[in-house]
């Protein structure tokens, strides 16, 4: 069993920043890809981010491109999404998910391709 643990959501001004981790135990950390989904109230879960299992392979959405990051420490077993210019619209609850393969490709973005995820974490941007 994979257990995923988000952290670093807040409460943060328009333009401001965050940075998310996300902690996994359970198996071997550095085999899969990661990902980063997020889910507004009302609106089905989206992606934002992806991460391949040595990190140097990495895919976003178009509404996060130049914004976001996402990084990861195979030694700490640990994905980070960095964010920066929050929008309001960023608002919602993030939620990491580890990947059943270990590269990205265009499906990635798809939620049916990950095995596992997190409890979330709430972003909440003012305005």
């Known amino acids: 069993q994979v257990q995923l643990v988000e952290s670093g959501g807040g409460l943060v001004q328009s333009g401001g920043s965050l940075r998310l981790s996300c902690a996994a135990s359970?198996?071997?950390?550095?085999?899969?890809?990661m990902g980063w989904f997020r889910q507004a109230p009302g609106k089905e879960r989206e992606f934002v981010a992806a991460?391949?299992?040595?990190?140097?392979?990495?895919r976003y959405a178009d509404s996060v491109k130049g914004r976001f990051t996402i990084s990861r420490d195979n030694a700490k077993n640990t994905v980070y999404l960095q964010m920066n210019s929050l929008k309001p619209e960023d608002t919602a609850v993030y939620y990491c998910?580890?990947?059943?393969?270990?590269?990205?490709?265009?499906?990635?973005?798809?939620?049916?391709?990950?095995?596992?995820w997190g409890q979330g974490t709430q972003v909440t941007v003012s305005s």
């Open positions: 359970g198996r071997t950390f550095s085999n899969y890809a």
């Open positions: 991460i391949s299992w040595s990190g140097g392979t990495t």
């Open positions: 998910a580890t990947d059943r393969s270990s590269t990205v490709s265009s499906r990635s973005s798809h939620a049916d391709r990950y095995e596992y």
